[in-house]
């Protein structure tokens, strides 16, 4: 016997109740276990250069930097598997239990990490630790950031998709900001010789630390009423919503990675553009790291304003193409802007790549969300996301650096525009998303699904139907 609550569940976000646990509260617990996830994530990538010589020893500082990115890039290459075998779970089982295991593998990897002793006090063991940390997150980050998406924008008001949907990459943005933040404040806080041996192990404890408090507020978070009714109906298992996905949404799922594929230059600016500064110029890690911050805090502005306006401008005739048109003309100038010297050009050429980047970031969040109904959303971001994000996001620091060991740093600006040069294309293709209607989708529904919900979950809408029918 299904309860009023039950029923509740079944009803668009402009239909039932405002019911502050079910809306803002969750909205909160998904925006910071987000920040967390993410903050775990960065601060390898931005430490890298710093520990790379106590956990991978070499003669070459360069060979050491190159053996703690491929470790590094080794999260990446799990994610797109635990995207594709985790996701269908999501939507079979639920949003906030996923997101639940999600937090607590990111920071169980983060405490390895800052724990694990150096490769003068336990040898091959240090490496290994490390990458079995990475696997670790990498597994966790697969299944953390398409669940969140959806988790987001399916407690969302229908006049609202836009603004939450945002929070993630607001959220992301925050957790590189704070990532930036507390690499800068090691970096100049400690002597090299400290700050090599012990003190940038200090953000990574404290990353795992704030997991444990992330894992209790998503663990005391609501499921979506999206989902709720939608498992009502459809009790498919994991592996057939994944058959579902890929015979159903082909080009859903090209589109959905074509949205996601500039994240090469979101990698290349949160996690290697001081180093590309610090190789190329000569310029001081600390103060690129402290330059990044600025440019890093108008990316937390913009995103979720861009995503207030696309709840009343549209989505896809905006910002994905302006956003890629920005890449696309301003990352060439502005790396060749960075052989000047000074503070400031580093600073303007941060905040630059932040801004367009912004605007691309601000929604395409909930245009994948839109792409795909509920049975299969998760699955459907999740997929196309985590296989682009291995491919170009994971590996990003990594040509980057070898582009600049080879003596070609501007190959890196033109590796970043040919790739979202591709994506603008398809980004032509894309449905307009913004409706308000009730569902999160756009996605067509089989009318016979939405009738065999109303009957299951016994509205007086559903009685008054049959009656009429029979």
Sequence with gaps: MKTSQDALGSLGP???????????????????????????????????????????????????????????????????????????????????????????????????????????????????????????????????????????????????????????????GLATLAATGSAAMVTASFSPADLAAWGWRIPFVVGGILGIVGLVLRARAQETPEFEAESLVDQKSAAARLMDLLREHPKA??????????????????????????????????????????????????????????????????????????????????????????FGVYVLVSASGWVVLGIWQSVYPTIQAELFPASVRVSGIGFAHQIVIAVFGGTAPLIAAAFVGAGQPMLVAVYMIAIVALSLIVYFTLPETGSRAARATVAPVDPEVLEGERLLLGTPQAADEATRSR
């Design 253 to 342: 799922l090209l589109q959905a990675a074509a949205l996601s594929a500039p994240a090469v230059a979101y990698y290349t600016w949160a996690t290697f553009l001081p180093t590309y500064a610090k190789l190329t110029t000569g310029r001081d890690l600390a103060s690129t790291l402290a330059g990044s911050v600025i440019g890093l805090a108008l990316l937390v502005i913009i995103v979720p304003a861009c995503g207030y306006l696309s709840d009343r401008l549209g989505r896809r005739k905006i910002f994905p193409i302006i956003g890629a048109i920005g890449m696309i003309v301003l990352f060439y100038p502005m790396l060749l802007l960075l052989n000047q010297p000074g």
């Design 14 to 172: 402009s239909d039932r109740p405002k019911t502050p646990d079910r809306g803002y509260r969750n909205i909160v617990a998904g925006t910071i276990g987000h920040f967390v996830e993410w903050y775990d994530w960065y601060i390898y990538g931005l430490l890298a250069a710093v520990f790379s010589s106590q956990i991978f020893p070499s003669d070459d500082p360069f060979t050491s930097l190159i053996a703690a990115l491929l470790t590094y890039a080794v999260g990446f290459v799990v994610r797109p598997l635990s995207g594709i075998i985790i996701s269908p779970l999501a939507d079979r089982f639920g949003r906030r239990l996923i997101l639940t295991l999600s937090i607590s593998g990111m920071a169980l990897g983060s405490l390895i990490i800052g724990l694990t002793p150096s490769f003068a006090t336990i040898g091959y063991a240090a490496p290994v630790l490390f990458l079995v940390a990475r696997i670790i997150q990498g597994i966790s980050a697969g299944s953390e950031g398409q669940s969140a998406i959806a988790f987001m924008v399916e407690h969302a008001p229908a006049n609202r998709r836009g603004l939450f949907g945002s929070f993630t990459n607001m959220a992301s």
